[in-house]
């Protein structure tokens, strides 16, 4: 039965996220296109609406009927459409291409689901909390927010203000037929599958080419699926999937990395049809960002940054001005993230509380620093001979950093060709798109650096936990956004749409 | 042409993508679709120098102690090194033999015959006549009840059952949430505790372990889910793995176990193992936390890296209650 639930979400998203979508007569998207995009955006929806009614005190055992007639509403909506499959664009990809993405996307959705929840972060950051909704109904009762007490003794809870748009969607599915460690993956097992999609459904406008060569780079980016495969060589083999190294399923971060990238593709995509309504729909997606991980409100003012700046530095083609719909974005983003910030205020904040820790008098400090080695986990066990690198913290970091950018276990050439597609030139830098694509990466990037930099952790510790790469996993999108915008001014004439 | 060139190249990482989905998939199916613990970094066995001083320590004179190590006879079992080499095990058979042990090594030989009268038996070699030895023929021939695993090699429920005391040596590195021991007392305790009752989780006496695997109030925490588990200082105790140790360091000092009485249970809800019982009395606070918090149970645990039955005990409150406060309790 739980099996079964996850099917009717995917269906009960996808449903939802098609009927936001304008109609296919007015907005080109092929047919797969629409599938992820209207599946992202319905996920977005339900873990922002029903983040919001958690934050109202509405119980969840009330909240998950809220998006059967919801679906069905918008099931309404689409028939009174009469949209055709005649009204979708031509898909972007060739056939190789496509059997292509549809192997990886498979695969990926497989290889999810081969296993039940089996890593640190699904199941006591996220499975915990599903299950808490799923028995208690709540996301303040004791079992989140009872963790500190007078007594001196309260309930375990690891990251306690993390946000519930994961547990909201394994509850969702675990609700129907009760919690089964691998069908509540459900939801989560089509992130990976999606993510190539988005990319080529933001690239669209710049030619089939450019959309295709784009959606390929962001599928056969390895970290989307796992972190140093085969590091250990082929030892490595017997372990894919099993270590956490994993990146597919209940982590969040490839999440988060959907999410970031269907809501800039929505961005660049806004001018074809005007309004306000992409930028709404960009906006809903990128309060999903922050429903999946803390890093996501991190990541969502960024993005805001990034767009902003990159419509104010100079404009050799001047078009039409963008103030307007950074600030229509901002406002929404307010709207759908206020009720999640209303209800993160009410949770402990032990750790991971990066917005009192990132002060300009804690860069300054770690700057110079030494590494913590106090606060590793060989000095706490006492075993001090056994320390690990040792140095100034900022060079650990940089080097870590740097340490990613040539891994190409983990990344391919990923990085190389970002840094080949900065708006360097002249013709790069009057393209308004890649000059806000290629500043919120490194704008993110810049954060993760300063994070890390001022984390009250030991580094080295944190770096064999995976950190940073499971951090820079949330921008391979729109990295192959940033890249495929910078292939479509190589060749204007063939490439433009 | 170079951003074009380089994105070709890029695209030969699909290859590694697909070997890493086909491998997931293929060890996955091959194993059932559950994650199997052989697939984890094999145990690591103490080394010679420490094997002997953990073995040792078992025996208050360990002069004339007799011990069996379950050994191999094949060449690639001894080819790692370190606690499970030639070199390694030759090592402390003549150690053990200096501190006055009788030492008897098996390689490969049948262990019933061989176990008569000796005071503990150390499995080496995780080899399949070892590892499917029955404990009960083991306890019947055995002068002391004393079973040391060094590499990992035995579930120790069985030998529980049996009544014979297992001590796990050997480090562990698949995740300490596959442990069936675990899931075995978690199902026990799912199926004694009420769903809406609360437990209050103290450890036994010093938190003789800091290794991170030792938390096992994690897992049980998510497996008996939605009833009530109460930790001190949770905060400290289930943030990152250094903070772990300050939660460690901290209970060392606040020690409420020195102000209480060791309880010896007459019968014990799942283990065997009567004289391992990890119940004392409450202290003044922690009877106050149960009733602050309405807690109907108290799980008392040993803090150790490799889950034990013999470790863990849950006792209703009342009964908790009725032994007394601190060192005025009596036994149960």
């Not at chain 1, 999640?340 to 804690?362: C, H, K, V």
């Not at chain 2, 890029?10 to 199997?36: E, K």
Request: hydrophobic share 45%.
């Amino acid at each position: 039965m739980t099996f079964l639930g996850g099917l009717i979400f995917l269906v009960v998203a996808s449903v939802i996220g098609r009927a936001l979508l304008p109609r296919r007569q007015h907005f080109l998207r092929s047919r797969w296109e629409e599938l992820a995009v209207s599946y992202l955006l319905g996920c977005s929806a339900v873990m922002v609406g029903l983040s919001a009614g958690l934050a109202l005190g509405i119980s969840f055992h009330l909240l998950f009927w809220l998006p059967l007639p919801s679906a069905l509403g918008c099931a309404y909506v689409l028939w009174k459409r009469k949209e055709s499959s005649q009204d979708l664009a031509p898909c972007s990809f060739s056939r190789t291409t496509g059997l292509t993405l549809v192997l990886l996307g498979v695969g990926a959705v497989i290889a999810t689901l081969v296993l039940p929840l089996n890593e640190f972060d699904p199941i006591y950051h996220f499975g915990y909390r599903g299950q808490v909704l799923l028995y208690d109904g709540s996301a303040t009762s004791e079992s989140i927010t009872g963790m500190i007490h007078p007594s001196g003794y309260g309930r375990m809870v690891t990251h306690p203000n993390y946000p519930f748009g994961i547990p909201i969607l394994e509850a969702w599915v675990a609700k129907i037929g009760g919690w089964h460690p691998r069908w509540v993956q459900i939801p989560l097992a089509f992130w990976t599958a999606c993510l190539p999609l988005v990319v080529a459904f933001g690239l669209r406008p710049r030619g089939p080419r450019v959309a295709t060569v784009g959606a390929l780079i962001a599928a056969v980016t390895p970290m989307l699926y796992g972190a140093d495969f085969l590091i250990d060589g082929w030892e490595s083999l017997s372990r894919a999937g099993l270590a956490g190294e994993m990146m597919l399923g209940g982590g969040g971060d490839v999440g988060i990395a959907c999410l970031l990238a269907l809501s800039l593709s929505l961005w660049l995509r806004r001018a074809s049809l005007g309004g306000w309504h992409l930028v709404a729909l960009s906006a809903l997606s990128l309060a999903g960002t922050g429903q999946l991980k803390n890093e996501g409100l991190g990541l969502a003012a960024c993005v805001v940054l990034a767009l902003g700046l990159g419509a104010l530095l100079p404009k050799p083609h001047q078009g039409k001005s963008q103030l307007m719909p950074i600030a229509q974005l901002c406002g929404f983003l307010v709207l759908m993230l206020g009720p999640w910030l209303f209800l993160r205020a009410q949770l402990p904040a032990i750790d991971e509380n990066y917005t009192e820790r990132l002060t300009i008098s804690n860069v300054a400090h770690f700057w110079t620093a030494e590494e913590l080695q106090d606060r590793s986990p060989q000095a706490a066990a006492g075993k001090m001979e056994d320390l690990g690198v040792s140095g100034v913290r900022r060079n650990l970091v940089a080097a870590a950093f740097f340490a990613e950018f040539v891994d190409w276990r983990s990344w391919g050439l990923l990085w190389l060709l970002f840094f080949c597609s900065l708006p360097v030139t002249r013709r790069r830098m009057a393209d308004v798109d890649l000059r806000q694509l290629c500043l919120l990466v490194l704008g993110a990037t810049t954060l993760y650096f300063l994070i890390l930099l001022v984390t009250p952790w030991n580094f080295p510790s944190l770096r064999d936990k995976g950190i940073p790469e499971r951090l820079l996993v949330h921008l391979v999108g729109v990295m192959a956004l940033a890249i495929g915008t910078a292939l479509s001014l190589g060749k204007p004439d063939q490439e433009q749409a | 042409m170079l951003l074009t060139w380089l994105t070709r190249l890029h695209l030969v990482s699909g290859l590694l993508v697909g070997l890493f989905l086909v491998s997931a998939i293929g060890f996955a199916a091959g194993d059932g679709f559950q994650p199997a613990r052989d697939r984890y970094t094999p145990s690591k066995p103490l080394n010679a120098t420490s094997a002997t001083r953990y073995i040792t320590s078992l025996f208050p004179r360990p002069a004339g102690r007799h011990i069996l190590i379950l050994d191999s006879n094949r060449p690639e079992d001894f080819s790692e090194e370190g606690g499970a080499s030639e070199y390694g095990l030759n090592t402390l058979e003549q150690r053990l033999g200096k501190a006055g042990m009788v030492v008897t090594r098996s390689r490969g030989a049948a262990a019933l015959p061989l176990a008569k009268d000796i005071d503990v038996l150390l499995l080496a070699h995780a080899m399949p006549q070892y590892s499917k030895l029955d404990p009960h023929e083991l306890a019947a021939v055995m002068r002391s009840p004393l079973v040391v695993d060094n590499c990992g090699g035995w579930e120790s429920q069985k030998f529980d059952e049996a009544g014979l005391l297992y001590l796990n040596a050997a480090r562990l590195f698949w995740p300490h949430w596959m442990d069936p021991e675990m899931e075995r007392f978690a199902a026990y305790v799912r199926e004694t505790v009420p769903q809406d009752d609360g437990i209050l989780m103290l450890p036994k006496a010093h938190l003789t372990s800091t290794a991170s695997r030792a938390r096992w109030f994690l897992p049980l925490n998510v497996r008996l889910l939605p009833r009530r588990l109460y930790l001190w200082r949770p905060e400290l105790g289930t943030s990152f793995v250094t903070t772990y140790y300050e939660w460690v360091e901290a209970y060392q000092e606040h020690a409420p176990w020195k102000k209480t009485e060791r309880i010896r249970l007459k019968e014990r809800g799942l283990s065997k193992m009567l004289p391992s019982s990890p119940t004392r009395t409450l202290t003044a606070e922690e009877r106050q936390a149960a009733i602050t918090h309405n807690v109907q149970w108290v799980l008392f645990w040993d803090h150790q890296p490799d889950f034990n039955l013999k470790d863990w005990e849950l006792v209703p409150l009342d009964e908790v209650l009725s032994w007394g406060v601190g060192r005025s309790g009596g036994p149960r």
